[in-house]
């Protein structure tokens, strides 16, 4: 499986910004995607997880302003960001599960910049 992500870049506080993802490859059994993000210094953390069946699961932090959704059928998944805070600048990443196999995939990732 290949995840290329895309959407990132620079955006001032309180501007909205969405990533996308589009997994290729093997996608059969593709259970769930999502994103994870890693500011510097610190470790990766999870952002927002959607199953095939569109079941969400966010992070606290951004819960009320970030929304994920998947195009199932194409194995597509993005993350609306909106509200953006400083605290929100980090590499963010595209994940996608296979949770039969017990396998994670992952994309390259792209830079998100709130500035202040």
């Known amino acids: 499986v290949q995840l290329q992500a895309s959407g990132g870049g620079l955006v001032q506080a309180g501007g909205s910004l969405r990533l996308s993802c589009a997994a290729s490859g093997n996608i059969f059994s593709i259970s769930a995607m999502g994103w994870y993000r890693q500011a510097p210094g610190k470790e990766r953390e999870l952002v927002a997880t959607i199953t095939g069946g569109g079941v969400t699961n966010y992070a606290d932090s951004v819960k009320g302003r970030f929304a994920i959704s998947i195009d199932n059928a194409k194995k597509k998944v993005y993350l609306q960001m909106n509200s953006l805070i400083p605290e929100d600048t980090a590499v963010y990443y595209c994940?996608?599960?296979?949770?039969?196999?017990?396998?994670?995939?992952w994309g390259q990732g792209t830079l998100v910049t709130v500035s202040s």
């Open positions: 994940n996608a599960e296979k949770y039969e196999l017990g396998l994670h995939y």
